[in-house]
């Protein structure tokens, strides 16, 4: 077998012998091993999320069991470690090539003969030695490549036996003498079974390529798509202005704190999602006055009935900005506010007990109105708490 020759990378067709009968080869230039890295990272990339994928989902819709997230984890780990192999060793082996290395046109073939690529022996060994000395070899390859200027080789290209070309066309078909060696002469120009080859190469290498590259940006951007998809009117204008946002969705419910418990019944909602709205519920000039200044943008209104007969009306007003909200804040007091509830607010031998809070960019007005009974003040105080004191968490974590 005639040993083959291997040229610089970028030598002029000119100056490739091709008179000898000699398999000529022209070594892969760093640019084209940097671009293909930089793609058969990005194709790995995309296995690992499709590997993780089904964690997420499984975490998301599973009940939490660890036979759940057993059997979700296996694929991954199975995934990870088998899906390298198989987009480099494998595809070394059945194509000469990585889908990195097809779509920068390079190919990696047998030092000995130049022609084939190596079996699956020396594919596995290419893969799984050392790849060089320095801290990060999958980035570093190419330039540490370059050192050997005869073949440029790296470790696990002399392991193997194996050297990196550009790509050209297969052999012939007999009758033209075989191998198409690169800057032979010809009366008419290039064979016409290499300008064939050269052209469908060319197009295949384009498609690869804009297939990756629009799978890489769709890759890139579904974190944004999904922040956007499930927060909906979180990511662009905060939380959704609703009385489920802030507080129990059921219409009985128990809220519990710090030892406390209390038992509600809701007996009233509404949303007022504007100006006017907020405005509506002041109970006094002063009180418009001040959230007219201050820019009150919406306010929501709900009453509640505690088993012991207490009453409380709770508002949250929504500003445009945290700084405006705490500056609506020192200005208002809870009897500036409607009493949703229509109850008397000053029972004879009652208790009633209110206050203001803020957080973020909302105000919270509640106020607790006790009908006459034992620990009517311990009472009011208990249901008071317990709405208004849970309704600021519930900003606080939003």
């Known amino acids: 077998m005639t040993t083959p020759l291997y040229v610089p990378a970028g030598t002029p067709p000119e100056r490739v012998p091709g008179d000898d009968g000699r398999v000529v080869r022209v070594l892969a230039s760093t640019r084209q091993r940097v671009a293909a890295r ?21 975490a998301l819709l599973s009940d939490g069991s660890s036979t759940s997230f057993l059997w979700a984890t296996a694929p991954v780990v199975v995934l990870g470690m088998a899906g390298p192999l198989l987009l480099r060793v494998g595809g070394i082996v059945r194509w000469g090539c990585t889908l990195g ?7 990696v073939v047998r030092e000995e003969d130049g022609t084939r690529p190596p079996n699956w022996r020396r594919s596995f060994r290419r893969y799984a030695l050392p790849r060089n000395s320095a801290s990060l070899p999958l980035i570093s390859d190419p330039w540490v490549c370059g050192k050997d200027e005869r073949l440029r080789q790296c470790l696990h290209d002399r392991r193997a036996g194996t050297v990196v070309v550009r790509a050209q066309a297969p052999p012939a078909p007999a009758e033209t003498g075989g191998l198409a060696t690169l800057g032979s002469p010809s009366p008419t ?38 922040v956007l998809m499930t927060a909906g009117p979180f990511a662009i204008g905060g939380p959704a202005f609703e009385v489920d946002t802030f507080y129990d969705d059921a219409t009985g ?11 509600y019944e809701r007996t009233a909602a509404k949303v007022l999602d504007d100006e006017k709205g907020c405005l509506a519920g002041a109970t006094s000039g002063q009180a418009r006055a001040v959230l007219r200044r201050t820019r009150c943008e919406g306010r929501i209104e709900i009453a509640f009935r505690t088993t012991d007969g207490v009453l409380v009306s709770s508002h949250v007003l929504k500003f445009p900005d945290r700084a405006s909200a705490a500056g609506a804040r020192p200005r208002l007091r809870h009897t500036d506010l409607r009493f949703v509830p229509d109850g008397d607010v000053d029972p004879p031998g009652g208790a009633r007990i209110g206050d203001v809070g803020t957080q973020d960019r909302y105000v919270v007005v509640t106020t607790a109105v006790s009908p006459r009974q034992p620990e009517a003040t311990a009472k009011a105080k208990n249901a008071f708490l317990l709405i208004h004191v849970p309704t600021l968490n519930v900003i606080l974590w939003l």
């Open 189 to 226: 120009g290039l064979p016409d079974h290499v300008r064939r080859w050269e052209a469908r190469e060319r197009k295949q290498r384009i498609a690869l390529g804009s297939t990756l590259g629009v799978l890489g940006a769709t890759v890139l951007s579904a974190p944004f798509a999904v």
């Open 38 to 58: 930089v793609l058969d990272l990005l194709a790995a990339f995309f296995v690992v999320m499709a590997a993780v994928s089904p964690v997420y989902a499984v």
């Open 253 to 263: 419910f128990e809220n519990r704190f710090e030892g406390r418990s209390e038992t």
């Open 101 to 107: 290395q097809r779509v920068a046109g390079i190919r």
